[in-house]
């Protein structure tokens, strides 16, 4: 394939446009979002549904979170404790680990991990339901689509990720801990 057969058949667009398509795009994401979760104050609302996507999204995430954090927490004290060395400050390890799993890596490595494991399965979930046309028979028999399918997943990662949260920042916590006493106990002796 030579350069001008690859250019030719490249679609260009003005910068213009490009633009557009892009703002359009964080448009349509925000509608959505907003549309979900306003409807959470009419009826119906499908309880079922959200609690067998929390279920899906919080007990299916758990163990990779945990373990995340967990590892995290202890690479953070392992690796801290070699700096902290050299000045004489390894009684703050404790400290460094404790604010930076509790403010950014915990929260941070939480969001990543739920993301990661179920934005993928969601988006090709719908996807099929698109292709084997699921949405268009519940448009046909009256039911909102994005009141039964969008909002219980939208409300389900927000709750779930709350928790998942708190408990990888504990488990991050107890890393960090186990590395100090059982790694670091033998440099304070």
């Known amino acids: 394939m030579a350069a001008g057969d690859f250019l030719s058949s490249v679609e260009f667009i003005s910068p213009t446009e490009f633009a557009k398509q892009k703002v359009f795009s964080v448009q349509e994401y925000s509608l959505l979002a907003l549309r979900s979760l306003g409807n959470l104050f009419r009826r119906p609302l499908y309880v079922a549904d959200m609690l067998q996507q929390a279920d899906l999204i919080g007990v299916g995430s758990l163990p990779i979170v945990l373990a995340a954090c967990f590892f995290t927490g202890a690479a953070l004290a392992l690796n801290s404790a070699t700096t902290l060395g050299r000045f004489g400050a ?81 488990l991050g916590l107890i890393g960090g801990n186990f590395v100090a006493r059982a790694g670091l106990s033998r440099v304070l002796e």
């Open 90 to 170: 390894l009684t703050v390890i404790g400290q460094l680990v404790s604010i930076g799993i509790v403010r950014e890596l915990g929260p941070v490595l939480a969001g990543l991990v739920v993301a990661g494991r179920n934005a993928s399965g969601m988006a090709s979930e719908l996807g099929s339901m698109i292709v084997t046309e699921q949405i268009d028979a519940m448009r046909a028999l009256g039911t909102d689509p994005v009141k039964k399918l969008v909002t219980p997943r939208v409300v389900s990662t927000i709750v779930m990720l709350f928790f998942l949260t708190i408990l990888g920042d504990l």
